[in-house]
């Protein structure tokens, strides 16, 4: 692979990221006319939103295997193709409960096959020392996708309606897809060895750095996308806040979000090696103090500071729990590695809406779901502590050398 090339890939990879993210954080948005159009109870609309975390979390070590095998460039294409056309579906289509469920099971489909890919994307085109900056970069598209999106989705639903704005959106992913196919180089899969087969299919659930990897992940994406799905009817239902200035708070924490994202990868590569498990634990310990503030404040420029801050710390968690299996594993099972981790992310993704669903309609109250965010965040940092760095099982032994090679 050419160096003059890197850049290129980074760009193609930052551009689908932020699609997809887009995704995720437009649905959040849509919730208001959904509950409006279809009567839904705030139990029916987290599984509309957790839905798409259970498929997508069901497919996600699936990708990761068959990136191993195949490459990352068909997967990468395979999932844009599918996420958009099953958000055309979602809004052409969706004219029940029944029909919004599936569209948004099989948009998880879609989605499970592109941080896996990307992640193998960096693993085969960047060395150990440039992997953490060049996936933050790529992880840096949440940010842009959270500060664009909500301003975006708030004028195209105003504009469009929920169901043209996901026609449009669904159309502009399958146009990346195509993109995908013509301008990302095919890298030939390193060649499986038999000692490769027993560690991706035997010992990588077993590894401690996975196991913990996959709690504090799950965690994270509990704050991540339970927000990310509830936060809007919070301001708008709870505090009284306009739906336009709800979209600049949620644009407020994207932006908190993008600025971590970047600075992590670039901090972290440069001065914390070997020390990412205190980065974790007390960036998650922080977060938890500052969603608590996004809850405890009442105007919108306090709740909005609150947020920016505490996205700040969430991203920098997050950036460095999906970044340390590429710098302490061998490449030949990264594709498979990040599945199973990513599952852990995914499925938080799907707890988090259907259980502060089930919060808000038990108590009444936010500040129980609020309360459930700081609980996580905590357990998230204290299974941190100890992912300081400890030698590998002696599978790995002839992968990494093979890696470093």
């Known amino acids: ?81 599918l996420l958009g056309l099953f958000a055309v579906g979602f809004g052409w289509l969706g004219f029940s409960l029944a029909l919004l469920l599936a569209f948004r099971f099989l948009s998880g489909v879609g989605h499970s096959g592109y941080p896996t890919s990307c992640a193998k994307a960096v693993v085969d085109n960047f060395s150990v020392d440039q992997r953490t900056f060049a996936q933050s970069v790529l992880l840096s598209s949440a940010g842009l996708a959270m500060t664009l999106g909500p301003v975006v989705a708030v004028a195209s639903l105003n504009l469009l309606g929920w169901r043209h704005s996901f026609v449009a959106m669904g159309l502009a992913v399958m146009l990346i897809a195509l993109l995908m196919v013509l301008v990302l180089p095919t890298v030939k899969p390193a060649a499986r060895t038999p000692q490769a087969e027993d560690v991706s299919l035997r010992n990588v659930l077993k590894t401690p750095l996975v196991v913990l990897l996959f709690i504090a992940i799950f965690c994270i994406n509990i704050t991540t996308y339970g927000l990310m799905a509830w936060l809007p009817k919070f301001l708008v239902q709870h505090r009284g806040i306009s739906v336009g200035v709800s979209g600049l708070i949620a644009g407020a924490g994207g932006l908190g979000i993008w600025i971590s994202s970047l600075s992590t990868g670039w901090l972290v590569g440069r001065y914390m090696q070997g020390r990412e498990h205190l980065v974790i634990s007390f960036s998650a310990l922080l977060s938890a103090v500052g969603m608590w503030a996004v809850y405890a404040s009442h105007s919108a420029w306090t709740i909005g500071a609150a947020l920016f801050v505490a996205n700040i710390f969430v991203m920098a968690a997050f950036v460095t729990v999906f970044t340390l299996p590429m710098k302490r594993l061998p490449k030949q099972v990264i594709g498979c590695t990040m599945g199973v981790i990513n599952t852990g992310g995914t499925l938080g993704g799907f707890v988090a809406p259907i259980a502060m669903g089930y919060l808000l309609t038990l108590t009444g109250s936010y500040g129980a779901i609020f309360a459930f965010i700081v609980s996580v965040m905590v357990i998230a940092g204290l299974v941190s502590l100890p992912l300081a760095e400890k030698p590998l099982k002696p599978q790995y032994d002839s992968l990494r050398s093979s890696d470093e090679d």
Not at 40 to 62: K, V
């Open 1 to 81: 692979m050419k160096t003059l090339s890197r850049p290129l890939i980074i760009m193609m990879l930052f551009i689908g990221y932020a699609f997809v993210y887009i995704d995720k954080t437009v649905i959040g948005f849509a919730l208001l006319p959904l509950e409006k159009e279809f009567g839904l109870s705030a139990t029916q609309l987290g599984y509309i939103t957790g839905i798409f975390f259970l498929s997508y979390s069901l497919f996600q070590i699936p990708a990761g295997w068959l990136n191993d095998r195949f490459g990352y460039k068909p997967m990468i294409v395979l999932s844009l193709s």
